[in-house]
């Protein structure tokens, strides 16, 4: 149990990447793009970063935003039209299985390190951005919080990934992250105002060549990353 959790502290413990949640094992769909030939040098890298964000980012973001507030205002019932809405803006049946799966690893680290009775609320596989929102609830944090550390998160996988799929500078992808910190803020406050709303007008940017490059990567024979 952590004990007096809550604030920037809190935030920390989220959104580090050695949280046993599982996401050490995807490349955010970078891998699938530089199999493709879309990602080949640190241009193509910065504009993936940046459509990542602008999408699956914001909508990642949104949803843990959403969860957060449900969470945070006691109205547990909501968590199911949020996992509906999630669905629906993912067409890729592949990422659907691994935010759930995800979402079920984070749960269960998130259950031993900070119990709290919200997670029951959740299903047996739970989207990993609902389960986020849920544990910032749990940890005293904000909407606004919550949906700044999965955008980061977001970044922080893919640009982890470049060093083993791409012959990358490291100090050139942090580069590139540092310049993005102000889209970061600014996607955080949307995601923000938009969890004040109904589940059903929340963000839904597609990113179609992403779903595409997901269920290919599947069945790939070789592969470093899960996604």
Do not use: W
């Not at 809550?6 to 891998?31: F, I, K, Q």
């Not at 803006?89 to 709290?116: D, F, K, N, T």
């Amino acid at each position: 149990m952590v004990d007096g959790a809550g604030g920037s502290a809190a935030l920390l413990l989220l959104s580090d990447g050695r949280l046993p949640a599982g996401g050490y094992a995807h490349s955010g769909g970078l891998e699938p793009a530089v199999t493709a030939g879309r990602v080949t040098d640190m241009s193509d890298l910065e504009r993936f970063l940046v459509g990542r964000e602008e999408t699956a980012g914001l909508i990642a973001a949104a949803f843990s935003a959403a969860a957060c507030e449900r969470s945070r205002r006691g109205e547990l019932f909501e968590i199911p039209a949020l996992e509906a809405e999630l669905d629906a803006r993912i067409p890729s049946s592949e990422l659907r299985r691994i935010s759930r799966e995800l979402g079920r690893q984070l749960r269960r680290a998130m259950s031993a390190v900070h119990p709290h009775p919200h997670y029951d609320a959740l299903g047996a596989a739970p989207h990993q951005p609902v389960v986020m929102g849920v544990a910032a609830a749990s940890l005293d944090l904000s909407p606004r919080d919550m949906a700044l550390a999965i955008l980061h998160e977001t970044n922080a996988d893919a640009a982890a990934a470049a060093a083993k799929v791409l012959r990358v500078d490291p100090f050139d992808v942090h580069a590139i992250l540092a310049r993005m910190a102000t889209r970061l803020d600014r996607l955080a406050g949307e995601a923000a105002r938009a969890a004040q709303g109904p589940s059903a007008d929340l963000p839904a940017p597609g990113s179609p060549l992403a779903d595409i490059a997901a269920e290919h990567h599947r069945r790939a024979d070789v592969r470093l990353f899960a996604s």
